[in-house]
Every structure is written in C-alpha cells, then in structure tokens.
C-alpha cells in the first residue's frame, strides 16, 4: 500500500500525465461518437465491451513497477512473435485464424477478434527500451545492427499477413527511441536517406516496371497508383481501386467547416456508402459530421496525448520509462499521419486504425494498456536509476 499511495501522490501532483490522460479519454467519447453515426451496434459493443476492458487493463498497466515491466518485456515481445508466426500457418482452421479483408491477422476469441500486431507493438517498445536504457554500444554503426534486425522480425511477419499499415509503425518508433537513448544523427539520416532511396524506388517499380520485378502485393500496387491519379486529378479508377479513397475525401469536403450534424450525417452515410468507414476511414466520419474544425479539435487532442507522453518521458529519470515513452508516442503519431493521410488522399491506404477512435477491440485495449504504462512512469519516484543511463 505504500508504495501504491506514492503513486497516487505523484499522480495528484500536477504533471504531463494530466495532458495524456483527459485526451485518450476524449478520442475515445468522439470515437464512440463517430462509430454510433455509421454503426450503432459496434458504438454499443465498443462503449459497453471493449471499453470497461480496455480501462482494466490500463489499471492493471500503471501497477507494476519498471523494473518488473523491463524483466518481461522480452518473454512477452516473444509470445507475441509466436502468436504472428501462429496466424500464418497454413493448416491452421479458419475458424480459428479468420480471413478478414484478404489478411490472416487475427484470432477469433471470445468476444473478440484477438489482433497479435497490437500487442506485439507494446512489448516492441518496452523490449527496444530495455535494451537501450544502459548501453553505449548504439552510438556506432556496428551497434545498431541488432536492433534493426529486432525491428525486422515482427515488420517481416505483419506483412505476410499482409498488414502493410501496421507494420508501418516499428521503424518511425525504432528512429525515435535510437535519437532519445542517444544514437548518433548522421547515422540515423545516413539510414534514413537509404530508406527514403527505397520508397522512391519502390514508387517508381510500381510506376513503370514490369509485373515480374514488383515488391510489393498486387493490391497494394493498385492503392499507390489509384492515390497517384487521384493526386494529379484522374477520377478514372472512382468506381473500382479508388472508390473507397474518393468516398472518404468526397464525404470531408462534404462536411465544410461546420459539419453536417448527427442526424444528417446518419443519412449521408446511409446513402452513400464508405467502406470501413467504423474502422480505418473513421476520420471521413468525423469530418463529416464536425467538419473541418472538428478534425482539427481531434488533431488537436492528438497533439495533446503525445505531448504528455513526451513530457512524461522528459521528466521521468528512469530510462526504461524515458524510452517506452518515446517510442508509444512515434508508434501512435505515425499511425494519426498515415490514418488521416489516407483519408485526406495524401498517402495511399495502408489499413491503419485511428488510436483510441476506430472500432475495435484488440486496437482499443492495446491502446490503453501503452497510456497505463505511461501513468505508470509518470506515477513512480524519480530517483529510480542504479546506474548512469544514456545521456551523450
């Protein structure tokens, strides 16, 4: 109990946690909110099931103490390598491992469709954190070759499923926490300029090179082209790879810059079909029925969350809570920019939820489970080191 009322203390003092805090909450009302315009009974199943759980298990997060977080971070990022290698056998029954939108990325478990990726993101964080929180071998180029290839792992087997959109959140989290543990820059913008070499590459492949040298899946092929020419103008491909892309930026221009309101917005949606629109294209939604100023209050109230994650990890002393914390906030403004890209029709769609706003069980309770874990760091005494950390 003493150490639960030091917790509780530090807490009550005023700190970035009170940032963090009242913003998850309040993507989540405008969440349900969104959700009920499109599909009242997921609003019902998102506000009356997945949500209670998803604030357990953000209590039960801010409990343990660091260290013991740190000591599981690596037994529990395995699980979860286990639970991506598990979805893509091929014997395994579809009842169990169901095909949803041509991906094999979820487990079917009661009351919910138990998504691996999301859990594997967390432990992800937490497993990078632990292994920076007091080494020096990063700040050559030689050192940062493991945690690379740890990156690799779960990206590699998030996109055979395939699910390019999550398994774009690893390697903007991995640069974050390499820049917070001290890694040198002209390292990082050396592997920075090779990658954004790749994209461009690939861009151009899709672009001109014949179908027997592609990377990439046909269908995801299709997104970059159908973004490309709806980018320049061309609303050739709006009844076929476009459609839902268009949709979603016809329905935010729709919306103005006051909105449509609730129950006009309803007969919008009900007219004019968006698919996904509970899930990934949930910002069109909001657009819709907000408008322009409700998008830019829910950017906004992103702007918040990561602030306080931020802030958290710059007031924290403990390095494991410094570095967890950087990376969930890369992790969760990465997925804001290409979620609100692809519905603005800036970025091809990927499939990437909105945090703490799409329907969803496993995305909600994962979610949640990182803003425990930054309470956690934010509730803890600050002179937790034993050791010099990663300052340079």
């Given at each position: 109990m003493g150490d639960l009322g030091r917790q509780l203390r530090a807490l009550l003092t005023p700190n970035f946690a009170w940032l963090a805090l009242p913003a998850g909450l309040a993507l989540v009302a405008v969440g349900v909110l969104a959700i009920d315009t499109v599909r009242p009974r997921q609003a019902h199943t998102q506000q009356s099931l997945n949500l209670p759980i998803a604030l357990l298990c953000m209590l039960l997060a801010m409990m343990p103490h660091p260290r013991v977080m740190g000591r599981v971070a690596y037994p529990f990022f395995g699980i979860s390598l286990g639970l991506l290698i598990f979805l893509l056998l091929p014997f395994v029954p579809r009842g169990i491992v169901p095909v949803i939108n041509g991906?094999?990325?979820?487990?079917?478990?009661?009351?919910?469709?138990?998504?691996?990726?999301?859990?594997?993101?967390?432990?992800?964080a937490l497993s990078l954190a632990w292994y920076f929180r007091f080494r020096k071998s990063h700040r050559s180029l030689l050192g940062l070759v493991f945690p690379f290839l740890l990156t690799l792992v779960p990206v590699t087997l998030i996109m055979m499923q395939p699910d390019l959109g999550t398994a774009l959140v690893f390697a903007p989290a991995l640069f974050a926490v390499l820049v917070a543990a001290g890694a040198k820059l002209r390292h990082l913008f050396a592997i920075g300029g090779l990658g954004t070499l790749v994209v461009v590459a690939n861009i151009a492949i899709i672009l001109w090179a014949p179908a027997n040298m592609q990377l990439l899946k046909d269908h995801q092929q299709r997104r970059v082209r159908s973004m490309i020419k709806l980018a320049s103008g061309d609303t050739s491909d709006i009844q076929a790879d476009a459609y839902q892309q268009y949709k979603a930026m016809t329905l935010c221009g729709a919306g103005g810059v006051w909105g449509f309101g609730e129950e006009r917005s309803r007969e919008v949606f009900e007219n004019f079909h968006l698919p996904e629109a509970h899930n990934d294209m949930i910002f069109a939604v909001i657009v819709n029925r907000w408008g322009m100023l409700g998008g830019i209050g829910v950017i906004g109230l992103y702007g918040a969350l990561v602030t306080g994650f931020l802030g958290v990890s710059a007031t924290t002393r403990d390095p494991l809570g410094r570095l967890t914390c950087v990376g969930f906030a890369a992790m969760i403004l990465t997925q804001v920019v290409v979620n609100v890209g692809m519905t603005l029709g800036i970025l091809p769609i990927t499939g990437i939820t909105l945090p703490f706003i799409s329907y969803g069980g496993s995305s909600l309770l994962f979610t949640f489970i990182m803003l425990g874990l930054v309470l956690n760091f934010a509730s803890r005494p600050r002179g937790m080191m034993e050791r010099e950390s990663f300052e340079f």
């Open positions: 991906a094999r990325s979820w487990i079917d478990t009661p009351g919910m469709n138990f998504q691996p990726s999301e859990m594997t993101k967390v432990f992800f």
